[in-house]
């Protein structure tokens, strides 16, 4: 399997440092990231809490001053360079963090030219930058998912937390987009591969992700409503099983 390579591009101005443990862990699951560079004026002190963690995760400080009040050199500096990147031809992808809107162009522009583009930032994100990327990834759900493994470790020793998660609730739109999806790739039975259902999800809502809804897979998401019906099937070629699914009132 041939790994790629990605470049991470963080606007430092706008994605808080307490995330990055989470967020470089995320960005390893699709690829290798060969270029780590994060921009902002150094020379503030709200970019005070990135510096300590820079050099523990090889990221790369790009100086920019901010030469005009109320203009965001910062967010000119990220694109100049992301441009640079592409034409260099070096990299597979970009990973594009930060929750502003200003990069919306920049997101679309990298698609057409054919890489791919996952975005990461905050759920204030605008959804014109969501759907700009091939995917987008909340980062208040990688905080989550390592919440939800403590709590799970304290459960298993007899204790109990009732604080209260960040996820957002399975509404019937959800379910609806969900059976939609299933009906879209279907094959004569009614029946339809769970890989091809998650791929299409991704195509239809980037921003789409189980873990938004509290599950770390889709299978569990699904299983969690009656509306769907999950089939287990062995594979011939492997020793991992295909999961299958439809939708109830298909039967």
């Given at each position: ?9 963080i ?9 990055i ?58 694109i ?15 990973c ?8 919306t ?15 990461i ?7 014109p ?7 987008f ?27 209260k ?18 009906s ?33 897979k889709?299978?569990p ?24 699914v ?6």
């Amino acid at each position: 399997m041939i790994e790629r390579n990605l470049a991470v591009l963080i606007d430092g101005d706008n994605i808080p440092s307490a995330y990055i443990k989470e967020m470089m862990e995320e960005i390893a699951k699709y690829g290798n990231p060969t270029v780590k560079r994060i921009y902002g004026d150094w020379t503030k002190p709200h970019l005070a809490k990135w510096k300590a963690v820079l050099l523990e995760n090889a990221i790369n400080p790009i100086q920019q001053y901010g030469y005009t009040q109320g203009k965001n050199a910062t967010d000119s500096a990220m694109i100049i360079d992301a441009m640079d990147i592409l034409y260099s031809d070096r990299v597979d992808g970009f990973c594009l963090v930060s929750s502003d809107s200003d990069f919306t162009r920049l997101a679309t522009r990298l698609r057409e030219a054919g890489k791919n583009v996952i975005g990461i930032g905050e759920k204030k994100t605008p959804d014109p930058f969501i759907v700009a990327c091939d995917r987008f990834i909340y980062l208040e759900i990688l905080k989550n998912t390592d919440e939800q493994e403590t709590e799970s470790e304290n459960n298993k020793k007899g204790s109990r937390s009732n604080k209260k998660k960040n996820v957002d609730k399975v509404t019937p739109k959800v379910i609806k987009l969900i059976k939609q999806t299933i009906s879209d790739v279907t094959d004569e039975d009614g029946w339809a591969f769970l890989g091809d259902v998650g791929s299409l999800l991704q195509k239809k809502q980037p921003n789409f992700d189980s873990r938004n809804y509290g599950f770390q897979k889709l299978t569990p998401l699904i299983n969690s409503s009656d509306e769907f019906e999950i089939e287990s099937r062995t594979n011939q070629n492997s020793k991992f099983k295909l999961i299958y699914v439809r939708n109830r009132d298909e039967n």
